[in-house]
T-cell receptor, first 114, second 117 residues
Framework: EAGVTQFPSHSVIEKGQTVTLRCDPI?????LYWYRRVMGKEIKFLLH????????ESGMPNNRFLAERTGGTYSTLKVQPAELEDSGVYFC????????????FGEGSWLTVV | AQKITQTQPGMFVQEKEAVTLDCTYD???????LFWYKQPSSGEMIFLIY??????QNATEGRYSLNFQKARKSANLVISASQLGDSAMYFC??????????????FGTGTRLKVLA
């Protein structure tokens, strides 16, 4: 069974450009999460989808970040326009439901804004 | 506010020895869950072990055990018989169990473990 997959694995863009990160959750998982780790700091929650609906987006830093999950399958996280402080690793995770004691993470998308 | 503190940015351990990675937490909620994740160089976050706040016994999973001291608010990870493949970044995390339906983890800054041959 395929795990959570993220694309691209690495991205280097200039300040002011747009980047779109994609996450494919484990098949059948209704819950999809985005987290971010800025270098040297802790991993922080961004938002949570249940199917195609945003359950909690309290961690989204500002309106330059837009997350979508059309059809309740894969999700995209767009940063527009990107700023230097957006550099970091963006993790996606998924889980089948509210039971269980863990969520399953992808390998992360490394974003560098120069 | 909930907070996880990992005070060891880096640790070294000799192969086959045991190592303890420290984690302290702060929460005013009576119900919570504590987790440890491993992040190897490949980048994926791998779940290692879970401890619920009401669990009476310390959690164990193979070579991993969680030294849960509730009064001290600590949840240290113990890795026994270290292997070279244990070299990775380790994150301690907490989740508010009452947030049923959402896995809003609070993470520490991580500890990088290097196992020496």
């Amino acid at each position: 069974e395929a795990g959570v997959t993220q694309f691209p694995s690495h991205s280097v863009i200039e300040k002011g450009q747009t980047v779109t990160l994609r996450c494919d959750p484990i098949s059948g998982h209704d819950n999809l999460y985005w987290y971010r780790r800025v270098m040297g700091k802790e991993i922080k929650f961004l938002l949570h989808f249940v199917k195609e609906s945003k359950q909690d987006e309290s961690g989204m830093p500002n309106n330059r970040f837009l997350a979508e999950r059309t059809g309740g399958t894969y999700s995209t996280l767009k940063v527009q326009p990107a700023e230097l402080e957006d550099s970091g690793v963006y993790f996606c995770a998924s889980s089948p439901g509210i039971s269980g004691n863990t969520i399953y993470f992808g390998e992360g998308s490394w974003l560098t804004v120069v | 506010a909930q907070k996880i503190t990992q005070t060891q940015p880096g640790m070294f351990v000799q192969e086959k020895e045991a190592v303890t990675l420290d984690c302290t937490y702060d929460t005013s909620d009576p119900s919570y869950g504590l987790f440890w994740y491993k992040q190897p160089s490949s980048g994926e976050m791998i779940f290692l072990i879970y401890q619920g706040s009401y669990d009476q016994q310390n959690a164990t999973e193979g070579r991993y055990s969680l030294n849960f001291q509730k009064a001290r608010k600590s949840a240290n990870l113990v890795i026994s018989a270290s292997q070279l493949g244990d070299s990775a970044m380790y994150f301690c995390a907490m989740r508010d169990i009452r947030d049923s339906g959402t896995y809003k983890y609070i993470f520490g800054t991580g500890t990088r473990l290097k196992v020496l041959a």
